[in-house]
């Protein structure tokens, strides 16, 4: 399993286009040689968002044809509040899987989300990088950070932003 990521990771970095906002310029930090990448792009791909629109859609359309059948005398308060929390909480991931992006610019990494995502690079203890191309419609790319005792999860669609975070992988 570890030759196709392998593989991958080196089609990432020697796939570049010209039109792609990859920029990897050498600049000095403490007297080691060092990359500053930059890349922006939509953190999932246009089939999650698909997926994720035809899951809620369904959730709805069934959630609506179940609620004409309830017996609402009989639905309580606590149960009102518990079915209005999950549907909130699924609408606001939602929206956000529709409208997040990730960035890596100025040796900083983010995430748009319900709160922004941010890790420095120079904060990064350990990183691993998850991408398996046959599978990256259903299964987000993602580099996983730990900076101190906080781990931090920044998905990608954007082919740039696979580079860039192949290249940080590879210390380049």
């Known amino acids: ?19 792609e906002q990859v920029a990897l310029t050498p600049s000095a930090s403490e007297g080691q040689q060092s990359l500053s990448l930059e ?22 359309y069934w959630g609506v044809r179940a609620s004409r059948m309830m017996d609402w005398h009989a639905f309580s308060l606590s149960a009102g ?25 100025g040796g900083l990494i983010e995430q748009t989300w319900v709160w922004k995502k941010q ?27 730990s900076a101190g005792p906080v781990m931090s999860v920044f998905y990608t669609a954007d082919p740039s932003v696979q580079r860039a975070f192949a290249a940080l992988m590879l210390g380049r």
């Open 1 to 19: 399993m570890a030759q196709p990521l392998t593989e991958s990771v080196a089609s990432l970095e020697t796939s570049s286009k010209a039109d």
């Open 39 to 60: 890349a922006e792009g939509p953190a999932f791909t246009v089939l999650i968002k698909l997926l994720a629109s035809i899951l809620v859609g369904a959730l709805i």
């Open 81 to 105: 509040l518990v079915w209005a929390t999950a549907l909130a909480i699924v609408l606001v991931v939602y929206y956000w899987i529709l409208r997040s992006r990730t960035s890596i610019k």
């Open 119 to 145: 890790v420095s690079v120079a904060q990064i203890r350990q990183a691993k990088f998850i991408y398996v191309p046959a599978l990256s419609w259903l299964i987000a790319p993602r580099l996983i950070v």
